[in-house]
T-cell receptor, first 111, second 115 residues
């Protein structure tokens, strides 16, 4: 399983764009990159998944360079309600028993 | 939308009591999971099930058992609760398609305190 490294915490202000980078140097050919979001006192929630280049949905964008050794989750114009822990996961089984959640990045959005 | 419902948000039990945590999902998912989450330790997998009556140990199964008699329901059982089982317990489910699993859908969690 590919190990991921992401910052422990980040601070931002409302209205700013936030970019959280995840390193996964030993990502395998079959691996996908998946991000989850967890609000306090709730379970994690899937937000986006990608394999290469760029993926965008209504919540976030995911940028993956050609070598796939890192990825960046981009949250446009964050609000206070985006304060949460964001987890980067890498694997070919991102919804199965091999899915491993690390410590994640704690994002704190200030007014 | 997929809904994963955990029976209790907050429980307080005494050491030695038998504890049942129930989880129900409404989207016919094959896979179901029980995790516990503790500060600084992230989410750790206790047990998972990929079919009715099937169960597999995760990373920390000691002190726990599970039951899956129906596809939609996955129960976590603490045979004799101990204080080190005080934690947030999270149930999740996922589907299987084309040989791959879809993303995990989590319940809101059950915070158990063992006194």
């Amino acid at each position: 399983l590919a190990k991921t490294t992401q910052p422990i915490s980040m601070d931002s202000y409302e209205g700013q764009e936030v970019n959280i980078t995840c390193s996964h140097n030993n990502i395998a050919t079959n691996d996908y990159i998946t991000w989850y979001q967890q609000f306090p006192s709730q379970g994690p929630r899937f937000i986006i998944q990608g394999y290469k280049t760029k993926v965008t949905n209504e919540v976030a964008s995911l940028f993956i360079p050609a070598d796939r050794k890192s990825s960046t989750l981009s949250l446009p114009r964050v609000s206070l309600s985006d304060t949460a822990v964001y987890y980067c996961l890498v694997g070919d089984d991102t919804g199965g028993f091999k899915t491993i959640f690390g410590a994640g990045t704690r994002l704190f959005v200030k007014a | 939308d997929v809904k994963v419902t955990q029976s209790s948000r907050y429980l307080v039990k005494r050491t030695g009591e038998k504890v049942f945590l129930e989880c129900v999902q409404d989207m016919d998912h094959e896979n179901m999971f029980w995790y516990r989450q503790d500060p600084g330790l992230g989410l750790r997998l206790i047990y998972f099930s990929y079919d009715v009556k099937m169960k597999e140990k995760g990373d920390i199964p000691e002190g726990y058992s599970v039951s899956r008699e129906k596809k939609e329901r996955f129960s976590l059982i603490l045979e004799s609760a101990s204080t080190n089982q005080t934690s947030m317990y999270l149930c999740a489910s996922s589907f299987v398609a084309g040989g791959r699993t879809g993303e995990l859908f989590f319940g809101e969690g059950s915070r158990l305190t063992v006194l």
